[in-house]
């Protein structure tokens, strides 16, 4: 069965430092990866998402991450962190059937 | 890009009521649909997937009887909570997936609280 695992549940940053959200999935095929963000009290927005070719994927806000096949990882990364980057992230998986299997999302403070 | 809108945001209601969400892909047609469940500080869980015209699919545990989704159009499926109970109190998010394209979109979400 497909599976996602985001390995921090909570991570804190400083304001302008780097940051990398880890995600490792699981899944027998080729995966289509996303990465979602969530305020609280808000639905997800989609930051960036991953289906073929160069592993390196640029989304919105600055974001980025890298497919790894040999390490079944999708980690997320951002140069600069923001306060206004404090929210829920989700790794996601599609799976079969087309339904996204989500982790159980990393909870990311921006301190001053 | 892509917007769904979900309706209502927020909606309290009394236990044994009956409640109905809605989720409309505003320019696009989602053939199909996604209902999820978002307790407090946890992942999202599917409920059902539906495609438009035809039997909703139910994951495993939920009740099909209890929440009813309805997909009778390219751009609208309707999560009806029947006889709803304190218990039912959750965070409710629809997705729809973009025909044309390996995408997801989703709407705002459905805070429902029933007292």
């Not at chain 2, 992942?43 to 209890?66: F, I, R, W």
Request: net charge positive.
């Amino acid at each position: 069965a497909q599976s996602v695992t985001q390995p921090d549940i909570h991570i804190t940053v400083s304001e302008g430092a780097s940051l990398e959200l880890r995600c490792n999935y699981s899944y027998g095929a080729t995966p289509y990866l996303f990465w979602y963000v969530q305020s609280p009290g808000q639905g997800l927005q989609l930051l960036l998402k991953y289906f073929s070719g160069d592993t390196l994927v640029q989304g919105i806000k600055g974001f980025e991450a890298e497919f790894k096949r040999s390490q079944s990882s999708f980690n997320l990364r951002k140069p600069s962190v923001h306060w206004s980057d404090a929210a829920e992230y989700f790794c996601a998986v599609g799976a079969q059937g087309n339904k996204l299997v989500f982790g159980a999302g990393t909870i990311l403070r921006v301190k001053s | 890009g892509a917007v769904v809108s979900q309706h209502p945001s927020r909606v309290i209601c009394k236990s044994g009521t009956s409640v109905k969400i809605e989720c409309r892909s505003l320019d696009f047609q989602a053939t199909t649909m996604f209902w999820y469940r978002q307790f407090p500080k946890q992942s999202l869980m599917l409920m059902a997937t539906s495609n438009e015209g035809s039997k909703a699919t139910y994951e495993q545990g939920v009740e099909k009887d209890k929440f009813l989704i309805n997909h009778a159009s390219l751009t609208l499926s309707t999560l009806t909570v029947t006889s709803a109970h304190p218990e039912d109190s959750s965070f409710y998010i629809c997705s729809a997936r973009d025909r044309t394209a390996f995408g997801y979109t989703f709407g705002s979400g459905t805070r429902l609280t029933v007292v």
